[in-house]
């Protein structure tokens, strides 16, 4: 190993030798180090990261974490994974030793997430909390840390929102009659009616669409990153499905489709991004008095329109694309109807002469009782 000056340049360099993983022997070499402790910080944490121990800090694990999931998760997840870690979790733990995080500092930082001014979402909190975690029992598996101090926190964020946010079919009325846009209207259709993602929608094509048998076919999803537009497969295997349509549904879209100049049948029928649906959709709802939904809460309410129709379950499930009916029923079982009463109420109408005599008792039993 060594750390020398570069006389021309003014600056340091280190210089080292290394074994990798894998028993291939390598040399690293890094310039433009303004000082010569500098250097040497980076030396030492270099030679922690390649040696895996704990000395090392949490900004080479986070480097060593990071190229690890490069090959393991999808490009748009991954650049989610760097934003949080990046912006809220490297700012307060980077030049840590990971053996020294303690529960108490893990605390701290919450507690600072809690108090900040935007005003985060249960929901977020919980993601971020979950990926601090995620790090740290990589470290645990694969650097020799003895524990992970993010459970000793106890629960951070909440896995739902406390409230689901929908729009009945009167109110998704009043606001579509406020949105001009063709573009944008038939966008919020198609998300009322057929309950699918906005990724989802926005990497449609007209070839996805079968108007003779009423069917959309759902196989892929847009993605904004890096100011591109990337698709990917579905969100999860269960995803890709093809909804059922009303009539209505595609006639507005052939129309919509016929009045575009040069359009392709395989080219996504929508030229915009999540956040303008976003805007439009506030503008839509300041307009016509109804109260203000995020875009991705349109799923919601086409689930909550086919529970009030009475269908089952299953039958959500499978036109959400849900991966198995447990998450439909975490997520709306508390929209379907008590029906215990109406239950018993069955039962005594169908059994009551059978136990004429038993209940004849219990009902004299209860008077006197009276």
Sequence with gaps: MSVGKNKKRGTWYMSVRYTDWDGT??????????????AQEYEREFLSSVSGTTDMSFKALYELYIKDCETRLRSTTLETKRWMFESKILPTFEDIPIKDITPMMIRRWQNQLLADPAGYSQTYLKTVNNQMSAILNYAVKFYGLPKNPVPLCGSFGKKKADEMQFWTKDEFRL??????????????EMLFWTGMRSGELLALTLNDVDFAASRISITKTATQLHGETIINPPKTPRSNRTVAVPRFLLALIRDYTDRLMDYEPDEPMFYFTKHYLKRELDKGAAAAGVKRIRVHDLRHSHASLLIEMGYSPLLVSERLGHENIQTTLQTYSHLYPDKQGEVVSRLEDDESENYAGVLSDFEKKIENAE
């Design 175 to 188: 606001f579509i009659e406020q949105v001009k846009k063709p573009a944008a209207k038939l966008a919020f």
């Design 25 to 38: 022997r390598r040399q690293k070499k890094k310039e433009g180090f303004k000082t010569r402790r500098e």
